[in-house]
Structure formats: structure tokens, C-alpha cells
T-cell receptor, first 112, second 113 residues
Framework: EAQVTQNPRYLITVTGKKLTVTCSQN?????MSWYRQDPGLGLRQIYY???????DKGDVPEGYKVSRKEKRNFPLILESPSPNQTSLYFC???????????FGDGTRLSIL | GNSVTQMEGPVTLSEEAFLTINCTYT??????LFWYVQYPGEGLQLLLKATKADDKGSNKGFEATYRKETTSFHLEKGSVQVSDSAVYFCALGDASTLGRLYFGRGTQLTVWP
């Protein structure tokens, strides 16, 4: 089954404790993205990747890092999380530019 | 630049009512347009898409027509059901901005029996 898998689905942690949210897709897609969803703001893109070792900033990259060492994986790293990063995060992949994106089920992060 | 503006919600309708959710866009290139749906507790799913002017996307009774002259992609359904209650997002993808999708803020739809 074609899917995008994120882990964990839920995480409560404290300010400053580094965390990583993993994302994996099994569709051999070139493009992958991370979004955060906040009430009243919709989805905002954090980072995106066009291929292995090729990433670029989206609209709200501050406080986040990503890496794309393998085509299937695109982890999101919060080196020093802060409460304003409490949000619902989605990973997505797509076959090519201008194509529909496939989304994971989301990761709800709470930073205390 | 690229942007999407969609109708503010929430929208509340009775079952079998007609639905319109407005979406307009600005784009620098020749975008593809999408509607995504998010059911409670789930990720976004593609509802329909259109890749060029005058294309009509349709799925599950929903339709949207890509209107270049009015830069619009309004979502419509003739008779909504309780199961259509969800958040709907209009989005734009442009081949000149590789890997990026631009989303509207989402419209919450609630359908009452």
C-alpha cells in the first residue's frame, strides 16, 4: 500500500530537548515536504526536498532542520524546541512538481 | 508570487443543501490546482485536481472548474451529506516552484442531519 508514515503520532516534551520526527514514503517519490498546521493559519510549509541531498526552505523554517540522505526518508529535527513549535505536523511526498501530494497522518507535538 | 485565498469558515449546512466554497489564486506561472479534504484526526487527502484552464476536476460528487479568466477554482457539491463534514483546503502547485504547494487557510464544513 502506498503511504507516507510519520512517527511518533503524538509527543509531549520540554523546551530545549532535541527531538526528531521521522517520515518515510514507499512510493519512490522525488519530492518531500514538511508542513505545520495551526488554527486559523492553515498549512505552512517548513522545508521541502526535491531529491536526495537537495533541500530548501519553505515559509517557516526557523527552528527546524531537515536532511535527505535517502530518497524514502525525510526527518524533521528540532534542535532546541520551544513552546511556539507546539503544532500539528505533516509530512508529504509527491512524484513530481505540479503533482498531488500524499500526506502522512500527522504528528501532534506539544512543547512545554 | 503564488498565493491562494479561500472562503473563511466555518460553513454550516443542512443535509442535501448545495455547497460552494470559494477559492481564488495568484500565480506567476501555469499552476495546477487542487482541493484537499481533511477529516477529523486524519491527514489531508486529495479530493480533486485540474491541471489547465477550463479543466473540471470531480470526485465523490464534488466539482471544481479551473477558471483562468477569474483566477478561481471554486468547490461545489449539489447535495452534501453528514459524512462530508471536514476541513477543505484549496492548493496551487506551480512547476516553476519545484516541490512547493501553496495552501489556502482551509474552510471547516459542518453538515447537520
Amino acid at each position: 500500500e502506498a503511504q507516507v508514515t510519520q512517527n511518533p503520532r503524538y509527543l509531549i516534551t520540554v523546551t530545549g530537548k532535541k527531538l526528531t520526527v521521522t517520515c518515510s514514503q514507499n512510493m519512490n517519490h522525488e519530492y518531500m515536504s514538511w508542513y505545520r498546521q495551526d488554527p486559523g493559519l492553515g498549512l505552512r510549509q517548513i522545508y521541502y526536498s526535491m531529491n536526495v541531498e537537495v533541500t530548501d526552505k519553505g515559509d517557516v523554517p526557523e527552528g527546524y532542520k531537515v536532511s535527505r540522505k535517502e530518497k524514502r526518508n525525510f526527518p524533521l529535527i528540532l534542535e532546541s524546541p520551544s513552546p511556539n513549535q507546539t503544532s500539528l505536523y505533516f509530512c508529504a511526498s509527491m512524484r513530481g512538481s505540479n503533482q498531488p501530494q500524499h500526506f502522512g497522518d500527522g504528528t501532534r507535538l506539544s512543547i512545554l | 508570487g503564488n498565493s491562494v485565498t479561500q472562503m473563511e469558515g466555518p460553513v454550516t449546512l443542512s443535509e442535501e443543501a448545495f455547497l460552494t466554497i470559494n477559492c481564488t489564486y495568484t500565480a506567476t506561472g501555469y499552476p495546477s490546482l487542487f482541493w484537499y479534504v481533511q477529516y477529523p484526526g486524519e491527514g489531508l487527502q486529495l479530493l480533486l485536481k485540474a491541471t489547465k484552464a477550463d479543466d473540471k476536476g470531480s470526485n465523490k460528487g464534488f466539482e471544481a472548474t479551473y477558471r483562468k479568466e477569474t483566477t478561481s477554482f471554486h468547490l461545489e457539491k449539489g447535495s452534501v451529506q453528514v459524512s462530508d463534514s471536514a476541513v477543505y483546503f484549496c492548493a496551487l502547485g506551480d512547476a516553476s516552484t519545484l516541490g512547493r504547494l501553496y495552501f489556502g487557510r482551509g474552510t471547516q464544513l459542518t453538515v447537520w442531519p
